[in-house]
């Protein structure tokens, strides 16, 4: 069974930094592009940041860029999300997430096809 397993998550007071983490079991997905979302109250789950099957091409939120940086270590079958600068906008539960087919960077929710159950980020003084 697919399970896809987030950690890192927490408080931090604005300017800080947090990373967080997704660890992969039942199937390797070194062959697959990975993305992280976000989620708050009353909003659509948007994406964060995207990161194709080798690691060599990324995509970022506008809202994110310069701030974040996604990267995988495929032999560990993980991906993580460097977050610095945070800021109060940046309060989310935070989401990692597999591609539905491979070779792909994902760039919409409707090409994952396994998500984890999340992790809580806030950013506040």
């Known amino acids: 069974q697919v399970q896809l397993v987030e950690s890192g998550g927490g408080s931090v007071q604005p300017g800080g930094s947090l990373r967080l983490s997704c660890e992969v079991s039942?199937?390797?997905?070194?062959?697959?592009?990975m993305a992280w979302f976000r989620q708050t109250p009353g909003k659509e789950r948007e994406i964060v940041a995207a990161i194709n099957w080798s690691g060599g091409r990324t995509s970022y939120a506008d809202s994110v860029k310069g701030r974040f940086t996604i990267s995988r270590a495929n032999a560990l079958n993980t991906v993580f999300l460097q977050m610095n600068s945070l800021k109060p906008e940046d309060t989310a539960v935070y989401y990692c997430?597999?591609?539905?087919?491979?070779?792909?960077?994902?760039?919409?929710?409707?090409?994952?096809?396994?998500w984890g159950r999340g992790s809580l980020v806030t950013v506040s003084s």
């Open positions: 997430a597999a591609a539905r087919e491979p070779w792909t960077l994902p760039t919409n929710a409707r090409a994952m096809a396994y």
């Open positions: 039942g199937r390797t997905f070194r062959d697959y592009g």
